[in-house]
């Protein structure tokens, strides 16, 4: 995409976020979950090549459909491209989700509803939050906004803007299929081999452009301090800069022990500072729609300028 309809149509998936959020009802990501599951019942075999090919056929119809849904509008005009990216952007984005999600955590904490907390952070994280103590909590719910910031929101973002609805559409079907075979169980650790790998790619760029965003709005020295210290020692390579950036433009301290399928796990620590409380996760809530902002005006500014380059250009 390129010009003014590709703000229009990022302009238009983020306004109709904002007003409906996801969808409660035919989402087509619960859809292609429902393929998934059934690709993989047909598929599974513990080997890297059988992953491979589960995630190529569970991919690819969708995406060559999207594809040549894509191609056909653009023949139609860049403004019906520009509907069907919208569109496509709309579905991917999770941004008031993330909100949903995170706010009924930091108000439980509030008011010391520790239970309720910790059954809201459960739809938030895969760790066993009933071990969790209120720092525990809100350190798990600011986690999971820094790093569903770029998850749900800049990495779709950034796909859009480099290859519109389809890249968009690649880019979820993706990240979806690492949380679903990704996963390091036994049973996964080679079939959700490629799944892993190829989110791990895609996600490469946008990660630490997410990173670098949250250090430019946050407390910059302590997010790149922490960004290059700790975030090489963090097992993801995508999670590490943006939690580590995240926690430290907050000046908050995260990571640490973690309670996983009834046993604590050693992680890394990140950021620096307090610990996490309620107030943390709104100020990464907050974070991340400053970053939404910050993201939507450097777009704005390259349309603007390649506007006004190209308007000299025929002068």
Same mark, same amino acid.
Request: net charge positive.
């Given at each position: 995409m390129s010009g003014l309809p590709i703000l229009v149509a990022m302009t238009v998936a983020l306004a109709l976020d904002a007003l409906f959020g996801e969808p409660r009802r035919w989402h087509p990501l619960v859809g292609f979950g429902r393929w998934a599951r059934q690709v993989e019942r047909a598929l599974y075999d513990d080997a890297r090549a059988r992953g491979l090919l589960a995630w190529a056929l569970a991919v690819l119809p969708p995406l060559t459909a999207v594809s040549a849904l894509s191609l056909l509008a653009g023949w139609a005009g860049a403004w019906m491209a520009a509907c069907v990216d919208a569109a496509c952007l709309y579905f991917a984005l999770g941004l008031r989700s993330l909100g949903e999600h995170a706010r009924p955590v930091a108000s439980a904490l509030e008011e010391g509803r520790l239970d309720d907390a910790r059954s809201a952070v459960g739809r938030m994280v895969s760790r066993d939050t009933g071990a969790l103590d209120a720092t525990g909590v809100a350190a798990a719910a600011t986690e999971s906004v820094l790093e569903n910031g770029n998850d749900a929101v800049f990495g779709a973002l950034f796909w859009c803007l480099l290859l519109g609805g389809p890249g968009v559409v690649l880019y979820r079907l993706a990240n979806t299929l690492d949380a679903t075979w990704g996963y390091q169980t036994? &049973?996964? /650790? @080679?079939?959700?081999?490629?799944?892993? &790998?190829?989110?791990?790619?895609?996600?490469?760029?946008?990660? &630490?452009?997410?990173?670098?965003?949250? /250090?430019?709005?946050? @407390?910059?020295?302590?997010?790149?301090?922490?960004? @290059?210290?700790?975030?090489?020692?963090?097992?993801?390579?995508?999670?590490?800069?943006?939690?580590? /950036?995240?926690?430290?433009?907050?000046?908050? @301290?995260?990571?640490?022990?973690?309670?996983?399928?009834? &046993?604590?796990?050693?992680?890394?620590?990140l950021g620096e500072g307090a610990p996490a409380d309620a107030a943390t996760i709104s100020a990464a809530l907050r974070l991340v729609r400053r970053t939404t902002g910050l993201w939507w005006l450097a777009t704005a500014a390259a349309v603007l300028l390649s506007v006004l380059v190209g308007g000299h250009a025929h002068a």
């Open positions: 036994p &049973r996964l /650790a @080679r079939f959700g081999w490629a799944a892993a &790998r190829i989110d791990d790619v895609m996600n490469w760029i946008p990660a &630490r452009l997410t990173a670098l965003s949250y /250090a430019l709005l946050g @407390r910059t020295r302590g997010a790149l301090h922490c960004w @290059r210290r700790q975030a090489p020692a963090w097992d993801s390579p995508n999670a590490g800069p943006v939690m580590a /950036a995240g926690a430290g433009a907050l000046g908050v @301290r995260l990571g640490g022990p973690a309670p996983y399928h009834g &046993r604590w796990e050693e992680r890394p620590r």
